[in-house]
């Protein structure tokens, strides 16, 4: 038994070893890695991941898409990642991606599976943005899961989420602003010196809610 190799680029190698036919699907499964250098040190990385797959060391795993998803949610939690990153990902693993996805077995998922499921999201009204969410969760697991060798081909790489198309932002006019301030100082004289503030400076959020009052009768607002 012995390996391919193909170049993708300059001094790296892809090499592909045959596995034999999967047990669950009859089809033949192929271990994938990627590996630097020359062609010399691809070719020995072939034979050697040629010997390990020959003694059984690389045997397709089975399980479905949610054993997936949990395997990786506790890989992240060794990567130290933010717990909003964390908490993000859960929302998007159970209540999106699950109750679609989850009974699906993980060798079986197809591209046409994956656009099924954005395409229903879409017609439940969420937003493009928010489907790209759950693309983005699931492309990064899958990934994760090629990198374990779980999987020989990774749907998400065909697969045709939503494009990401930014809600155009529409600025008040001038006159709209002035109104505004006019309507403010009627009820909230001090919010509207800080809507005068903001579109007279173009001050961020963050900078806007770091402004205090100074201590003279001026009422002129300072930095903190």
């Not at 590996?35 to 045997?59: P, W």
């Not at 990567?79 to 209540?95: C, E, G, H, N």
């Not at 395409?119 to 009204?125: D, F, I, S, V, Y």
């Not at 489907?131 to 899961?145: D, T």
Request: positive net charge.
């Amino acid at each position: 038994m012995s390996g391919s190799i193909r170049e993708k680029g300059p001094n790296r190698w892809q090499i592909r070893v045959s596995g034999g036919r999967d047990p669950g699907t009859g089809r033949y499964r192929y271990v994938h890695k990627t590996v630097e250098g020359s062609k010399r040190v691809a070719q020995r990385a072939a034979d050697e991941l040629a010997t390990e797959v020959q003694h059984g060391m690389h045997q397709a795993a089975r399980g479905t898409m949610a054993d997936l998803l949990e395997k990786w949610m506790l890989h992240l939690e060794t990567q130290d990642r933010a717990p909003s990153t964390m908490i993000r990902y859960r929302s998007a693993i159970d209540v999106r991606i699950m109750p679609a996805l989850g009974s699906i077995e993980l060798t079986e998922l197809t591209a046409a599976d994956l656009d099924a499921f954005y395409g229903a999201l879409l017609k439940q009204g969420l937003h493009p943005l928010s489907v790209r969410k759950c693309h983005a969760v699931l492309s990064a697991a899958l990934h994760q899961a090629e990198k374990w060798g779980l999987i020989d081909r990774n749907p998400i790489v065909r697969s045709s989420p939503p494009p990401a198309r930014q809600r155009e932002i529409v600025p008040p006019t001038i006159d709209e602003v002035r109104q505004l301030i006019v309507e403010c100082e009627r009820f909230n004289p001090d919010l509207a010196r800080l809507f005068t503030v903001a579109a007279t400076t173009g001050c961020r959020r963050g900078e806007l809610c770091g402004l205090q009052w100074g201590t003279s009768t001026s009422r002129t607002p300072r930095w903190s």
